[in-house]
């Protein structure tokens, strides 16, 4: 079975300041990472996923995350953020097998101040 | 671009009666899941659909809940009686077929079902 935990449910931050967003898991099992977002009234979307290879994975809107196997971390950055990225934000695991559910954490709602 | 959509989008019912959530997954997507997410808690699986059979699902998942792919687009979750507890918003999800499950599971806006 996996876990995961965010350990922040909440970050409110100022616009075109950094921000990070804490992901832990546990599993007995090699895992694929993943970053969703949920922009208010919206369903679920993928923002960047850690299948395999290069620790450092990017998304097209400046949102990094970083596998650490040691640390069973996956943190998710952003140098600037812009309003429009108020969201809530989930981190969330699969086993790699075929027709794995994912197993999300918490949340954590980004709230970017002007 | 393609998406999955999901109806109603809110439903109200009284508790005992039944309810049926509707999905229609991407169209080139061979499996299917079933999400949700109760008021200020984490999003929880509740099962996953292929080849037209439940291939994994949770404690949650018990004799109340039952899925159907009854027409080969419409993916839907049917609660029997509902309780107070079941009041949540309820995600559908789909992705493509390929070794090892790496593929994105896309999802639906969702349905917010209050049981009252």
């Known amino acids: 079975a996996q876990s995961v935990t965010q350990l922040d449910s909440q970050v409110p931050v100022f616009e075109e300041a950094p921000v990070e967003l804490r992901c832990n898991y546990s599993?007995?099992?090699?895992?694929?990472l993943f970053w969703y977002v949920q922009y208010p009234n919206q369903g679920l979307q993928l923002l960047l996923k850690?299948?395999?290879?290069?620790?450092l994975v990017e998304s097209i809107n400046g949102f990094e995350a970083e596998f650490n196997k040691s640390q069973t971390s996956f943190h998710l950055r952003k140098p600037s953020v812009h309003i429009s990225d108020t969201a809530e934000y989930f981190c969330?695991?699969?086993?790699?097998?075929?027709?794995?559910?994912?197993?999300f954490g918490g949340g954590t709602r980004v709230l970017v101040k002007p | 671009e393609p998406e999955v959509t999901q109806t109603p989008s809110h439903q109200v019912t009284q508790m005992g009666q039944e309810v049926i959530l509707r999905c229609v997954p991407i169209?080139?997507?061979?499996?299917f899941y079933w999400y949700r997410q109760i008021l200020g808690q984490k999003v929880e699986f509740l099962v996953s659909?292929?080849?037209?059979?439940?291939?994994?699902k949770s404690e949650i998942f018990d004799d109340q809940f039952s899925v159907e792919r009854p027409d080969g687009s419409n993916f839907t979750l049917k609660i029997r009686s509902t309780k107070l507890e079941d009041s949540a918003m309820y995600f559908c999800?789909?992705?493509?077929?390929?070794?090892?499950?790496?593929?994105?599971?896309?999802f639906g806006p969702g349905t917010r079902l209050l049981v009252l």
């Open positions: 999800a789909s992705r493509e077929r390929s070794a090892g499950g790496q593929e994105t599971q896309y």
């Open positions: 599993s007995s099992v090699s895992v694929y």
């Open positions: 850690y299948l395999s290879g290069s620790t």
């Open positions: 969330a695991v699969s086993a790699k097998a075929a027709g794995n559910k994912l197993t």
């Open positions: 169209s080139n997507h061979l499996y």
């Open positions: 659909f292929y080849n037209n059979e439940i291939s994994e």
